[in-house]
């Protein structure tokens, strides 16, 4: 089946720096990607939607300054945690939908720890 | 909205054991509904799908059987082994991306 990888798949930063995390369709062509999140024993929350070449679309609640979307290809999308604190410590997933949109594939996931 | 609630965790069986993970949702129209797995470190998988009433899914032994009458879709498995152990999301869509129950983490022992 169509793959989706994410990098990196785990990194520790400092309260106030920025982390940038990578999303990434290997062998099809991505035109809608979907970013999540997913808290201990939670289910995931959908963050964000971005279609290539547009402006993501967020979900009620989630700011759009703090968590930066970027579509910029049909094979990878860019999620920026900016100045992050603690409490944006989590597992972050991204998704990918082809042209016929009938299956979502999920990347494996990055955690963020914020110290 | 659209909502999914399922069984909470953990479950615990033995292997060989039979295997029931209750879903139910909230939808407006006729979503499709899916069962995705996550094995421990991995990103979550497509196991089964059911896009009308009536549509069973199924997949390495695993069945779901879509029920509009009860808006129900619970996993089932006759004979879990240790390889299952791992957290099973119901999930459904409609017009909208998928939306996710909080996951059901399941345990095999040997």
């Known amino acids: 089946g169509a793959v989706v990888s994410q990098h990196p798949s785990w990194v520790i930063c400092k309260s106030g720096t920025s982390v940038k995390i990578e999303c990434r369709s290997l062998d099809f062509q991505a035109t809608t990607m979907f970013w999540y999140r997913q808290f201990p024993k939670q289910s995931l929350m959908l963050m964000a939607t971005s279609n290539e070449g547009s402006k993501a679309t967020y979900e009620q609640g989630v700011e759009k300054d703090k968590f930066l979307i970027n579509h910029a290809s049909l094979t990878l999308s860019t999620l920026t945690v900016t100045s992050a604190h603690p409490e944006d410590s989590s597992f972050y997933i991204c998704s990918a939908v082809g042209n016929t949109k009938d299956t979502q594939y999920f990347g494996p996931g990055t955690r963020l720890t914020v110290l | 909205g659209n909502s999914v609630t399922q069984m909470e965790g953990p479950v615990t069986l033995s292997e060989e054991a039979f295997l029931t993970i209750n879903c139910t949702y909230t939808?407006?129209?006729?979503?499709?509904l899916f069962w995705y797995v996550q094995y421990p470190g991995e990103g979550l998988q497509l196991l089964l799908k059911?896009?009308?009433?009536?549509d069973k899914g199924s997949n390495k032994g695993f069945e779901a059987t879509y029920r509009k009458e009860t808006t129900s879709f619970h996993l089932e498995k006759g004979s879990v082994q240790v390889s299952d152990s791992a957290v099973y999301f119901c999930?459904?869509?409609?017009?909208?991306?998928?939306?996710f129950g909080k996951g059901t983490r399941l345990s095999v022992i040997a």
């Open positions: 939808a407006t129209g006729y979503p499709s």
């Open positions: 999930a459904l869509r409609g017009n909208t991306p998928l939306v």
């Open positions: 059911a896009t009308k009433a009536d």
